[in-house]
């Protein structure tokens, strides 16, 4: 097997599981390979035998490295998959932030979880993405998301009107903040704070969630994730802001926006006790009496 590690920045406290990775990597024998603006943040501090091999770009390692490690949060994971792209790189994430969906390995669990991986005891979730179709190339390349697309008001007191069709046929004029079409893998990020639904990750669906919908009988819709939505802005808001992930840009009003299934999956490795069903009862608390 051959590794890389994928990171932002280096938090407080970040540095010393780190060197535990590196430490249960490198007898591994084969070369490990850095995110080049991460290992600069890093450099001078982290103790290495070999020096490791840099860098920046999904071409940098297709075909060299077969699992990418994120180290961070979820945010942090989802910047990595813009690196993995279509690759087939497996990508697993240890978590260094708060929540944690996504990047599912703690720092205390690094020792533990480098054996089983080392000795394929691993499952794979390939996750769908949405991709992003315009005729300005918006976000291109990285015109794909695993989480969601986000249209949302540019200005404070605003509201947009966004019509929305779903294979042509018209779906609704939402008159609302914003809105969020989101994987399954989204479905327990932003969707979820706007009451949208929690869907398993191989549910094969979509789901359209409004954000501060002025009409309050609209309710999250759930698709097939083979349809394509198309969404157009109208009324008199000239700008409006579109985010893929944690990618943002401002966006000039009318611009029609296609989305529709990505045609790769991105192979999320999880350690096998690491269900989706045991996330969502760490994370989220449940069957937790927390009345007193």
């Known amino acids: 097997m051959r590794f890389g590690i994928y990171g932002k920045q280096l938090a407080e406290g970040v540095l010393p599981f780190l060197q535990i990775l590196v430490d249960k990597l490198e007898p591994a024998g084969l070369p490990l390979y850095f995110y080049e603006p991460f290992f600069n943040t890093v450099n001078g501090r982290l103790k290495s035998k070999v020096k490791p091999l840099l860098f920046n770009t999904e071409d940098d390692i297709r075909g060299k490295v077969d699992i990418l490690f994120s180290i961070g949060g979820d945010g942090t994971m989802l910047d990595a998959v813009t690196v993995v792209g279509d690759s087939g790189i497996l990508l697993t994430g240890i978590n260094m932030g708060r929540l944690g969906f996504l990047s599912s390995i703690s720092r205390e669990q690094i020792v533990p979880a480098i054996d089983a991986i080392l000795l394929s005891d691993y499952k794979l979730d390939h996750r769908t993405l949405l991709k992003l179709e315009t005729g300005t190339g918006l976000f291109s390349p990285f015109n794909f998301a695993l989480n969601e697309l986000t249209v949302y008001k540019a200005k404070p007191m605003s509201m947009l009107t966004i019509r929305t069709w779903v294979n042509g046929d018209f779906l609704n004029s939402y008159l609302a903040d914003g809105l969020i079409v989101s994987t399954p893998t989204g479905s327990t990020a932003y969707s979820l704070s706007c009451t949208g639904p929690i869907i398993a990750p191989d549910a094969g669906s979509f789901v359209i969630t409004p954000i501060a919908s002025h009409n309050l009988t609209v309710r999250p819709v759930v698709l097939r994730d083979d349809v394509e939505i198309r969404i157009l802005i109208s009324g008199e808001k000239t700008s409006f802001f579109v985010s893929m992930d944690s990618r943002i840009q401002e966006v000039e009003n009318p611009l029609e926006l296609v989305i529709r299934k990505a045609d790769f999956r991105i192979n ?25």
């Open 268 to 292: 999320v490795l999880r350690l096998k006790d690491a269900s989706f069903f045991n996330t969502l009862r760490d994370k989220l608390n449940w069957g937790l009496d927390v009345r007193n």
